[in-house]
């Protein structure tokens, strides 16, 4: 794309965004009782989803929102902690990613699915102001159905701001 063009950087898949870390529990991540804080997974998810974000938009990401986060399961010191990252939905300048959190116990092989997040990034140009990402192409009836929901989700972000806006 020359300086200057109002084109669109070419369409990108799911699967080129799609990032996976791994980390596994230490007791400097754990309470008391041996789960790992959520606040700590909260930064591991923001990671992650920033990854697939950069991946996508080829650029720096700053997060702009995380919907709700809830755990299902707990995470204990020693488990591995792989979280599964990709872009669900695409707008001009912002992207949508799914994490999903996974609770491996290394020894036994036993995986539990913790949570699944979204989280919001916006890409930045070298001057950080916000560029515009490629389109997303979703190949498979998931990641379709999936690009749906990020629209849908995206609408009510956008709906919420709007309302907080003129409601201060």
Known sequence: MSAG???PPPSK???QSRVTLSQLM??????LLGDVHGGWIMKLVDEAGALAAMRHGQSRAVT??????SFHEPIRIGDLVMLEAEVTYVGRTSMETRVRVIAE???TGERTHTNTAYAVYVALDERGRPKTVPRLTAETEDQ???QEEGKSRQN???AQLAKEETNP
């Open 144 to 146: 379709k159905r999936r």
């Open 105 to 107: 116990n290394p020894v």
């Open 64 to 69: 702009v929102a995380i919907d709700r986060v």
């Open 156 to 158: 009510y972000r956008l």
């Open 5 to 7: 063009s109002t084109e």
């Open 26 to 31: 230490q007791p400097g991540h754990a309470n």
């Open 13 to 15: 898949t799911v699967e």
